[in-house]
């Protein structure tokens, strides 16, 4: 069988051109440390780092949310611990001020300290985080919360729960509303201490005056005491969700790990055998050019002499 020149031309310029491809492809995957350049290269590895590296970014974004739902509740203890000082300080004004050798015009002085508590507390209740939205608000996050009023403070929020999709499997809530902390049921710590600022200022004159003031007295130490308690439930179940997001955190970090382990299994680059790939085939390449020269440079007159 005859073989042409030009087939001769052909098959040596195709063979080197593959391994040219080949060395070319090999230094992309070295500079990159991908295995993988195109889906062509693997295509079952290709689509399963697909789904892996989808998986990774809802791992991601479940981990944001997390971070956004810890910063709404921390800026929710920091003002309740306020809120619980302030509380707590109101209570030993309210037992000095049942003292019975108090006169007319010293119980007037703690109505005055017992409504700048009162003032202070609707100061906390309007509260608004870095971003300006009134936290216990709901989701009329752009209203105040309260204003104050002849008989205590309006609430002009709403009893919505902000609601953060933490987990998969889980949804929190992380934000309060003022009429489950501050108004909620049968107990209005606004209204408590507007009635005894109005008993303190209004004279005990005979016995009736005095039993009133007594049992309003005991009503306001005994509303106080409802509403620290109350506050510090809501932080318990604050402290609660934030041990939880830790813990969601952790299992996250060790999912986000074996997601890049995973990736890097499909992916990366075995830099040691594509090294010695790469060296090999430059041998290669170099012997395959100069049988390509030799090859093509005979002629007959190589033979007759």
Avoid: C
Avoid at 232 to 240: A, E, Q
Avoid at 242 to 266: F, I, K, P
């Amino acid at each position: 069988m005859r073989i042409s020149t030009n087939t001769i031309y052909q098959t040596g310029i195709s063979k080197l051109s593959d391994l040219q491809i080949n060395q070319s492809k090999l230094q992309q995957q070295i500079a990159t440390g991908r295995r993988i350049l195109s889906p062509s290269d693997d295509p079952i590895a290709a689509a399963r780092a697909l789904e892996v590296s989808h998986e990774k970014e809802v791992n991601k974004s479940f981990a944001d949310t997390r971070q956004t739902a810890t910063l709404k509740l921390n800026t929710l203890e920091a003002n309740l611990t306020s809120v619980t000082n302030l509380l707590v300080a109101t209570q030993s004004t309210l037992v000095g001020a049942g003292n019975g050798s108090l006169s007319n015009s010293e119980r007037k002085i703690f109505a005055t300290e017992l409504k700048g508590s009162l003032e202070a507390l609707i100061g906390l209740a309007n509260t608004q985080d870095a971003s300006g939205n009134y936290i216990y608000s709901g989701f009329k996050s752009s209203t105040p919360t309260y204003t104050a009023t002849a008989t205590g403070a309006t609430y002009n929020g709403d009893a919505q729960q902000q609601l953060l999709q933490v987990d998969p499997q889980r949804q929190m809530s992380v934000n309060v509303t003022g009429d489950s902390l501050f108004t909620g049921g049968a107990n209005d710590a606004f209204a408590t201490l507007t009635n005894i600022v109005n008993l303190l200022n209004t004279p005990i004159t005979n016995a009736a005056t005095q039993t009133n003031f007594t049992n309003g007295l005991t009503s306001a130490i005994g509303n106080m005491q409802a509403a620290v308690d109350n506050v510090l439930n809501v932080r318990t179940s604050i402290g609660t969700k934030l041990n939880e997001l830790e813990a969601l955190d952790v299992a996250g970090t060790d999912r986000d790990l074996q997601y890049r382990a995973a990736l890097s299994d499909l992916q990366d680059l075995d830099y040691t055998a594509a090294l010695s790939d790469l060296a090999k085939l430059d041998t290669i390449l170099q012997a395959a050019q100069k049988s390509f020269v030799t090859t093509t440079s005979l002629s007959l007159f190589n033979f007759m002499n």
